[in-house]
């Protein structure tokens, strides 16, 4: 089983559409859950960091089920700009004073007119 | 904010040859920094972890030999492919971050191996 899991998509949505990407992890142990953007044929950049309680930013809400190991992404009012990648990023344990991240395979969003 | 240069952007080079990517942290010193790397369609997958002034720690099948880490300072850090095959064309992407802090990343290197 992979340590991170996402449905790889493509969505394809109009615009002002909302949606939903969905995310498992394996080790139970993990501490810090992130949803990263990753545009075409570049470097991943923080989305926002996934607390246990929910948290939103502008129209990106993120949601984290520790009892089922599931992170959730909510983009509401979707823009042609938010065409991307998202992956889900978890970080296992913490050790050493440094965070490894384990990336899930992204999930492709398009927005069309 | 911190921002994290990598380079060469782009390199196409020939079987056998060796090539090293650069990177740097520009405006923090980087504790850490790490190496990632990502075939079209997959996610990054960790390649090693290295902290300024030893050794690099290298993830499960990946071949320390083939792939040199040397972090000489802390805002330095640079990979060397060692005699790259087709098989190592990829994206290469660096990482820098300071203890207590989230990851930054470089901009990646497109590596093409004729």
């Known amino acids: 089983r992979k340590e991170v899991e996402q449905d790889p998509g493509p969505f394809n949505v109009p615009e002002g559409a909302t949606v939903a990407f969905n995310c498992t992890y394996s080790n139970s142990a993990s501490q810090s859950f992130f949803w990263y953007r990753q545009d075409c044929r570049k470097e991943p950049k923080l989305l926002m960091s996934v607390y246990s309680s929910g948290n939103e930013d502008g129209r990106f809400t993120a949601q984290l089920n520790r009892a089922s190991q599931y992170i959730s992404l909510l983009i509401r009012d979707s823009k042609l700009s938010d065409s991307a990648t998202y992956l889900c990023v978890v970080n296992p344990v913490l050790s050493g004073g440094y965070n490894k991240l384990i990336f899930g395979a992204g999930t492709r969003l398009a927005v069309h007119p | 904010g911190a921002v994290v240069s990598q380079h060469p952007s782009r390199v196409i080079c020939k079987s056998g040859t060796s090539v090293k990517i650069e990177c740097r942290s520009l405006?923090?010193?980087?504790?850490?920094m790490f190496w990632y790397r990502q075939f079209p369609k997959k996610s990054l997958m960790l390649m090693a972890t290295?902290?300024?002034?030893?050794?690099?720690?290298?993830e499960q099948g990946v071949e320390k030999d083939k792939f040199l880490i040397n972090h000489a300072s802390l805002t330095l850090s640079t990979l060397t492919v060692t005699s790259a095959h087709p098989e190592d064309s990829s994206f290469y992407i660096c990482s820098a971050r300071q203890v207590g802090q989230p990851q930054h990343f470089g901009d990646g290197t497109r590596l093409s191996i004729l």
């Open positions: 290295s902290n300024e002034g030893s050794k690099a720690t290298y």
């Open positions: 405006d923090f010193q980087a504790t850490t």
